[in-house]
């Protein structure tokens, strides 16, 4: 079933990339947005939704020096996120702090709380610990992953472990499991891989050309979603994952994108350069089953 293109806007001054709900914010339903423009200086603005839903607020802006590619919001600290971003020349990633005050500042600034420095190729991600309060976090890049400890209070971040996945896979990205804080899934041109923290090595993997995008179900245990160019969405188990156990037919040009709801287990959020974002229901009952419903359609201009 297809619905309208009715919604909540929001106008940026540049384009963007990446948006992150901040987790960490329990009063309201706020959202970090990154620039992406290459000759100008660069915000992260701070939304929050009206307490009617009718329109989004923004809390505050701040100016960021680089292109941001990658944003992600702190779990358990509402004022910090991360940032991966390009100077041009070169990739960076790096920790921000916003002011407690900023709301009575006239040009409030971010604060840098820590560089991911040990990287030498192009940096595509930081990851968060999935749930609760824990100074730990991952980066990757296209070759290795790290493994990091930060410490906010002496603004520093360190690394603890790290690992190659070799030169002939490209890492674009990853997701950290919540069920299990030792386990990360790392997508590739050729495969999704799974880590373990522990050793720092990888343990198993899915051999699948071209996967965009994967994400955890935080509701259902061995459970991952991931999103390919061309053969859509795959719901798998990864207790028998020689085949996925739902087959989604995605979008009509690649799928990039694909996130699961928090809260209410079954729905999939997916983004594909078709212009679409689609919602997805694949309730855990319909597991066999390999054309779940897709809910509705939200065509979004470009």
């Not at 990446?18 to 706020?30: E, F, G, L, N």
């Not at 070169?90 to 420095?117: K, M, T």
């Not at 070759?143 to 002496?154: D, E, G, K, M």
């Not at 597991?287 to 779940?292: D, I, S, Y």
Request: hydrophobic residues 35%; charged residues 20%; glycine residues 8%.
């Amino acid at each position: 079933m297809q619905g309208g293109s009715s919604g909540i806007g929001y106008g940026l001054k540049y384009q963007a990339r990446c948006i992150s709900d901040v987790k960490a914010d329990t009063d309201y339903t706020s959202f970090l947005t990154g620039t992406l423009s290459l000759k100008e200086e660069n915000e992260v603005h701070l939304l929050r939704l009206s307490s009617g839903g009718s329109e989004l607020i923004c809390e505050g802006l701040f100016s960021h020096p680089n292109e941001i590619w990658d944003l992600a919001s702190c779990p358990f600290d509402q004022r910090i996120f991360s940032t991966v971003f390009s100077t041009g020349e070169s990739f960076g990633a790096a920790i921000w702090q916003i002011p407690e005050l900023y709301g009575q500042l006239n040009s409030p600034q971010l604060e840098r709380v820590a560089s991911l420095d040990a990287h030498v190729g192009k940096i595509n991600c930081v990851l968060w610990w999935p749930s609760g309060r824990c100074d730990k976090l991952i980066s990757m890049d296209e070759q290795n992953i790290f493994l990091w400890s930060l410490a906010c209070s002496n603004k520093s971040a360190e690394v603890l472990s790290k690992d190659s996945a070799g030169m002939l896979h490209s890492l674009s990205g990853g997701a950290w499991d919540p069920h299990d804080v030792n386990a990360v899934a790392a997508t590739g041109e050729s495969s999704v891989q799974f880590w373990d923290l522990r050793t720092m090595k990888k343990v198993n993997s899915i051999e699948r050309a071209h996967v965009r995008g994967v994400d955890y179900n935080p509701k259902r245990e061995h459970i991952l979603i991931t999103a390919e160019d061309e053969s859509g969405i795959h719901v798998w188990d990864l207790r028998k994952a020689k085949a996925p156990v739902q087959e989604l037919p995605g979008h009509t040009h690649w799928t990039w994108a694909v996130k699961c709801n928090p809260e209410y287990d079954g729905l999939i959020l997916s983004a594909g350069t078709d212009s679409a974002v689609n919602l997805w229901y694949a309730a855990a009952s319909s597991t066999n089953e390999k054309t779940p419903e897709s809910l509705w359609v939200q065509h979004v201009s470009v």
